[in-house]
């Protein structure tokens, strides 16, 4: 691997290619990131990050996402021709937090403030956005990929072994790599949305207000990212033309003050977007050493789509690193796609459903299910999960709801606070999500005592340990001893979070080894279980 010429080019960087590029960059692969805009991009466009997301945000060490988003406020309603409150409602499912859901509500953060912070952790590994720079076109070979790549109106050719689309649904690298894009436009479902400067006398910041009358909705969802003074703001009008009114910021402005019964004072507009239906999605997400990040456009009604495009990400970067260093065949990158693809799918038919109903009730706010938290998204069906105990036979669902009564390997990864640290190093208590990071897999053994995690931890000894790590997980009730077994971590759940989330009996031997993506890889009884899986991931172990 030579950083002066990453092996690895991403196209795009919005914040799927952003993440791709993160988790290479933390897995020790170069990768060179470009953007065909001259700037980065305005707007707060899909600002909904939901717990699955703010959890590989955490597995990142993207803290701030977490930190710096907003909980969903709460929709309030008028009486027509009045700012008189009609109803008041929550977009988003109340879901109690709970030790194996450290995240347990979305966060609302717009795309503009999200790309900054995705930036400043590429810059910690020296790496940044080329901007002004477009893909025009790329040719595969067995060895890599030539890309001939324009800026400020000269020609580059740029030769990699890998190249990573996040340049959207109408981009190059999709269109380069042959892959077909079937779906409908939707004429039906269209709206215009942006982000506006204003102040409204008695609109509470507090709210997101929703406006209506027979023919128009108009919301306004409070922002201070763009200003004390900001909002994020949708008109949906079947007497307008939106077209016009999204080129006019006249017309916006008008429309607007006409639908608030309030003395309206606007400062400015800030960006403004025209948004039709169109429901698509790629046939496949890979061509040979060609990815896309993001294969899909959908109904905004069900904020998937950023958060489908960073699982996206996230899901393909810890493959690409393995095969990149040589400790894993590229048929790994298979089942990028094939575990994908199903996700998407389901999705897509769901946001549909969302917006049917919406044009059905003519209201967009319609309470959302817990299934768009995306907890039960899986890969229980790819050929490189093992699981020893699961009851074959059963239907699976790739974009599921959560059901914290199984845990079967291909799900997420719960996590558990209150582990205590024994046997040397560093001292405290501990998180399981602490542990679980995109460039090496965390193998849990759940053990009564050393003794009995000490042959499994022995099976590991072949494997590089900058790609494997290993935690033994004691329960409370245990005899902790000064001689600590060969295992990274010797943790004590005292409080039994993490017997009770991973669903093991106190006296009992089970071992899970957690993916770098947070995804159970395995659940197996010991030693033959853990090499069984290995396997089907690393060359020549």
């Known amino acids: 691997m030579n950083s002066t010429h990453p092996p690895v080019l991403v196209v795009g960087a919005g914040p799927a290619g952003l993440v791709a590029a993160l988790t290479l960059l933390q897995n020790g692969i170069p990768v060179r990131i470009i953007d065909k805009d001259p700037n980065p991009r305005m707007g707060q466009r899909g600002p909904g990050i939901m717990p699955r997301t703010l959890e590989l945000f955490n597995f990142l060490n993207v803290q701030e996402v977490n930190d710096l988003g907003k909980p969903c406020p709460l929709i309030r309603s008028y009486k027509p021709g009045t700012l008189e409150p009609a109803t008041e409602s929550s ?22 403030l999200l790309d900054v912070i995705l930036r400043r952790h590429l810059e910690e590994f020296s790496c940044s956005v080329e901007m002004g720079t477009e893909l025009r076109s790329a040719e595969q070979s067995d060895e890599g990929v030539t890309a001939v790549l324009a800026k400020n109106g000269t020609l580059e050719t740029f030769n990699a072994k890998w190249m990573i689309g996040a340049d959207g649904a ?7 790599l042959g892959l077909t894009f079937l779906g409908e436009t939707r004429d039906d479902f269209r709206m215009v949305m942006g982000d506006i400067r204003l102040k409204g006398v008695g609109l509470d910041r507090a709210y997101w207000h929703q406006f209506r009358n027979l023919k128009r909705v108009i ?10 003074d900001g909002w994020q703001f949708v008109i949906f009008g079947s007497d307008l033309d939106l077209t016009k009114v999204a080129q006019s910021e006249e017309l916006i402005f008008e429309v607007i003050a006409s639908a608030i019964p309030t003395e309206i004072t606007f400062n400015k507009l800030v960006w403004v977007s025209e948004y039709r239906a169109n429901i698509r999605m790629v046939n496949k997400l890979s061509e040979g050493r060609g990815f896309v990040v993001g294969g899909i456009v959908h109904s905004p009604t069900g904020g998937q789509g950023l958060n489908s495009s960073v699982q996206d990400a996230f899901n393909l970067g810890w493959k690409l690193a393995l095969v990149e260093k040589g400790l894993a065949d590229k048929s790994l990158l298979e089942t990028y796609n094939a575990e994908r693809l ?4 389901e999705m897509l038919e769901m946001t549909t459903t969302i917006l049917n109903q919406t044009l059905e009730t003519g209201n967009a706010t319609v309470a959302r299910s817990p299934i768009l938290f995306m907890l039960g998204i899986n890969c229980r069906f790819s050929n490189i999960v093992l699981d020893e105990f699961a009851i074959s036979g ?50 849990l053994v759940f053990a009564p005592s050393h003794a009995d995690a000490t042959p499994i ?21 245990a005899s902790v001893t000064s001689v600590a077994p060969p295992a990274d971590l010797v943790l004590v759940d005292q409080e039994g979070h993490a017997y009770s989330a991973y669903l093991v009996e106190s006296g009992e031997t089970k071992v899970f080894v957690i993916r770098p993506d947070g995804m159970v890889g395995a659940i197996v009884h010991g030693a033959e279980g853990v090499k069984k899986y290995f396997s089907g991931i690393f060359l020549g172990v």
């Open 342 to 345: 199903p996700v998407i799918s």
């Open 394 to 443: 059963k239907a699976i669902n790739a974009y599921g709801v959560l059901d914290e009564r199984y845990l079967e390997a291909g799900d997420r990864a719960p996590d558990a606070p209150d582990m205590v640290q024994v046997g040397g190093g560093e001292s405290g208590l501990k998180t399981l999500f602490g542990l679980y990071r995109p460039w090496y897999h965390t193998v």
């Open 457 to 477: 931890l022995s099976a590991l000894e072949p494997y590089d340990s900058s790609v494997v790590r290993s935690a033994v997980i004691l329960p409370s009730s």
């Open 170 to 176: 109408k981009g190059v690298v999709r269109k380069e």
């Open 91 to 112: 977009l988003v499912p109340n879901m109690e937090p709970t030790p194996a859901i450290p995240f347990h509500g979305g966060k609302l953060i717009g795309q503009q």
């Open 219 to 228: 919301s306004l969802r409070p922002t201070d990212e763009i200003g004390e």
